[in-house]
């Protein structure tokens, strides 16, 4: 598989956010496909169940950090996970092990690490979805203001249109998206955030073709390595002009 951490000139790394809906055939399909990073939402699995999605990531040449849907009722909902090929080294961040927010830090390059996050937002059908989005979005923006000036990608379900994201008194983010439908209904729910400077070699892809139902999985491609000013510009000190 070669050396995963060693980043080569004009070398770029795509992640992929898809939503299955609780599908290990449609995750199947999309571990097939030439992207480097996979950020799943709403698996259904819990307990017992999620020994088999890993087992079959795992058999394409895949692992990661899962994190457990949540059961009400009898029925499950959320789990999501952060998954990259087996040669490159992967942790999971203990404060985002949540049924709908899941984090994980990677080797990106030989001296850069970077922070990863699977989000599934609250649809409009939840009873107080805008309540629990608000609240999930805080939470998110407190774990990128606890992990300071390191460079992070959240993507996903966030089952709200860009416009809808508040990440409270956090500032520097930068969202990325095609600005164009990415389900059945018409809305665009799935895209990234970051605080990866935009260049003219990012690309963001709407995979119309793939074969996932409901969702259409969106992947965001950028150079690897780290460039621009992580979401916040540092005031440099001047020269002294005055006399001594």
Known sequence: AGNQTRARPGE???VMAVNVSGSKEQLRAVLGMKVDIVLVQERWAH??????????????????????AEVKAASASGGVAILCR??????????????????????????????????YGYDSGKQNCDIHNRALH???GEEVCRIGRVPWIAGGDWNVEPDGIDLGHYRGVNIRTRGEPTTDSGSNLDWFLTNISESGDDKVIVHHDAPVAVHRPVSLEIPRGLRGDLGFRLRRPRAFEGVT
């Open 138 to 140: 805080r939470r998110f």
């Open 86 to 119: 087996r040669a490159r080294p992967i942790f999971p961040i203990e404060a985002t092990q949540e049924p709908r927010l899941g984090g994980a830090v990677i080797s990106w390059t030989r001296r850069t690490k970077l922070h990863l996050y699977s989000i």
């Open 47 to 68: 307990g017992h169940k999620l020994g088999s999605w890993k087992s079959m990531a795992a058999a394409g040449g895949w692992h990661g950090v899962w994190t457990t």
């Open 12 to 14: 770029k790394t795509e």
